[in-house]
């Protein structure tokens, strides 16, 4: 079975400070993972990916994420927050053996204070 | 590109009442999703649609929910008859087939049954 963790509920930052928004995995194989961002009364929008090659990824809007395949993790991070990063975060995994499923993790609700 | 498009975005029905949700992907997407999203449970699959054909059903919660997929440009996720429980946000997706494409989500329809 695959499954996706985001062990923090919520994560407050200052504005100007780095962000961090973890996510670990337990998938067979080497997966492709996904960050995607969702703000209020919006449909999730996609920030990046990591299918293969260098393991730190950079995408949307400042933000980057590192593969780390010893501890299974994929964290997100921004090097300097904005409040407009406000929103809620979502890791999500798909195995390479399926092509289409993905899983989602919970959910890490973000608020970047001015 | 007009992105993922569904309507309605907001719903308010009475138990029992038959409620039509719609999708129209982004055209030369040729995979299509369902999710339902509600604070308890995130973010589940309900249906993934590859050429119009249902592939993976496994997460339509009960008979009372039915998808379909008339053509490569619209879909329709029904509930008949609708319970309070089914009171949600309704996602629909679309992606390339093949190479591991990011999900593109549409802005959602907020569900609420009283």
């Known amino acids: 079975a695959q499954s996706v963790a985001q062990p923090e509920d919520q994560v407050n930052v200052a504005e100007g400070n780095p962000l961090t928004v973890k996510c670990t995995y337990s998938?067979?194989?080497?997966?492709?993972l996904f960050w995607y961002v969702q703000y209020p009364n919006r449909g999730l929008q996609f920030l990046l990916k990591?299918?293969?090659?260098?393991?730190l990824v950079k995408g949307s809007y400042g933000f980057e994420a590192e593969f780390n395949k010893s501890q299974t993790s994929f964290h997100l991070k921004k090097p300097s927050a904005l409040v407009s990063d406000s929103a809620l975060y979502f890791c999500?995994?798909?195995?390479?053996?399926?092509?289409?499923?993905?899983?989602f993790g919970a959910g890490t609700t973000v608020t970047v204070r001015a | 590109d007009a992105g993922v498009i569904q309507s309605p975005r907001h719903e308010v029905t009475e138990m029992g009442q038959e409620v039509t949700l719609r999708c129209k992907p982004i055209s030369g997407h040729n995979s299509l999703f369902w999710y339902r999203q509600t604070m308890m449970r995130g973010l589940e699959l309900l249906i993934y649609?590859?050429?119009?054909?249902?592939?993976?059903d496994s997460g339509m919660p009960e008979d009372r929910f039915s998808a379909k997929m008339p053509n490569a440009s619209f879909s329709t996720l029904k509930i008949q008859p609708s319970e309070p429980r089914d009171s949600a946000v309704y996602f629909c997706?679309?992606?390339?087939?093949?190479?591991?494409?990011?999900?593109?989500f549409g802005p959602g329809t907020r569900l609420t049954v009283t």
């Open positions: 990591y299918i293969t090659g260098d393991n």
């Open positions: 997706a679309s992606n390339p087939t093949g190479l591991p494409y990011e999900q593109y």
């Open positions: 999500a995994v798909r195995p390479r053996s399926n092509d289409y499923k993905l899983s």
């Open positions: 649609f590859n050429n119009n054909v249902p592939i993976d």
């Open positions: 998938v067979s194989g080497n997966p492709y």
